[in-house]
């Protein structure tokens, strides 16, 4: 029997320090309840917390640890960049094989700024959108999430989904005026948002594969769509591909959907665990922004040596392997058919959307292709499904409105395990 004296007294004693105890809200376990495990260390596909509970860890730092935690070439990369010191402010050459790299890897990106986080990454290039074209109105999509920059904290999916934040305090109607929603997938509704606002569009801005929401796939035509928009009316099209970036291949959601972006974003991957942001794109546009042009934006720790050592470690890794991908994809596969298996033996409606390593499970009746499904769904029953797996050992995105991340550390005996979890938890459940 698992206990949690430690992760008790830990949450107790953050708290006095820390808003909630944690740094950032989705690490609280508020919508699924109970206490955070703290985590103490983890090593491939394990996570180990402070009570020495060991986890099947599906969380994967919410997207980096795709090689799995602590991967050697990486933790050894680190440890002797850092002997040169942490950080110059000053331009290197590792900052510009990271850029080459980049652009080698993916499609549509002539020049490259490096930043500090997926929340940097986005807001510069909504910026620079609006900079370029010299309007001030972009569209995003329920439950998408772009990081916590003023202009996206209106009707977003990850942590304001789960806490159910439909608008955040401190957040100014002149800031979210020129922010237009509407339901991923519904093209209509986009094509009606141009018409009425005509030459006033900076940006479309989307998670080509959404997972802040669960994951939820683009229907067919919906990306190409908003590419022809796009296209059409001068809008900027601004690929956030924070998640999906060199996790769905080493090309993202670009390749997997054959659709070119304007303006890319990066993050999580790209970084191996260390705060690594990016945004990219054409030099027609990338051009307008500092110190080339004059939409401003600047960073002390931009491409600092350890964050670039780490996430170039990685990415060559991942580009040096050209079975990785095929492996990852078919073992989530794999954990796909798995859980279907058990879920359909309980009797109760349910849902997984999947593409490559990013799944989720949704108690729903119905596909879940927008936020307003995922919300519809029995996420009451998630939360306790969580928990339930937490005891055997499996740690899930703590959110139903959250996606799944598999790392390539996971065996098939560690599926094999997930699955005849997920069957004890159903059973336990649904009795
Ligand atoms: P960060 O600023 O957290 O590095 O990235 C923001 C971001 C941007 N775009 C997408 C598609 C993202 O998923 C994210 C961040 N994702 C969340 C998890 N859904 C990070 C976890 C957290 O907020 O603690």
Known sequence: MKTYNNSIALFERAQQSIPGGVNSPVRAFKSVGGTPVFIERAKGAYLYDADGNQYIDYIASWGPMILGHAYEPVVKA??????GS???????????????????????????????SGTEACMSALRLARGYTGRNKFIKFE?????????????????????????????????????????????DAVKQLVTAHKGEIAAIIIEPIAGNMGCILPQPG?????????????????????MTG??????????TL????????????IGAGMPVGAFGGKKEIMSHIAPLGNVYQAGTLSGNPLAMIAGFTLLQTLQNNPDFYRELDAKTEYLHKGLET?????????????????????FSAQPVTDFACAAASDNAFFNKFFH????????????????????NALTYADLDATIAAAQESLTELCA
Request: contains cysteine; charged residues 20%; negative net charge.
């Open 78 to 83: 680190i440890q002797e960049k850092a002997e």
């Open 86 to 116: 942490t950080s110059f402010g000053a331009p290197t050459e590792l900052e510009i094989e990271m850029a080459e790299l980049i652009k080698s890897m993916t499609r549509n990106v002539d020049l490259v700024r490096m930043v500090s």
């Open 143 to 187: 439950g998408c999430y772009h990081g916590h920059a003023d202009a996206f904290l209106v009707k977003a999916g990850s942590g304001l989904a789960t806490f159910d934040i439909q608008t955040v305090p401190g957040i100014t109607a002149g800031v979210s005026n020129d922010t237009l929603t509407c339901a991923y997938n519904d093209l």
């Open 222 to 242: 919906f990306v190409e769509g908003l590419r022809h928009i796009c296209t059409e009316e001068g809008i900027v099209f601004i690929f956030d591909e924070v």
């Open 246 to 255: 060199f996790r769905l291949g080493a090309g993202g959601a670009q390749a």
């Open 258 to 269: 054959n659709v070119d972006a304007d303006l890319v974003c990066y993050g999580k991957v």
């Open 342 to 362: 058990v879920l359909t033996a309980t009797g109760k409606p349910f849902v997984i959307n999947r593409l490559g390593s990013m799944i989720s499970v949704h």
């Open 388 to 407: 339930a797996m937490l005891r055997r050992g499996i740690y899930l995105p703590p959110s139903a409105f959250e996606s799944w991340f598999l790392n």
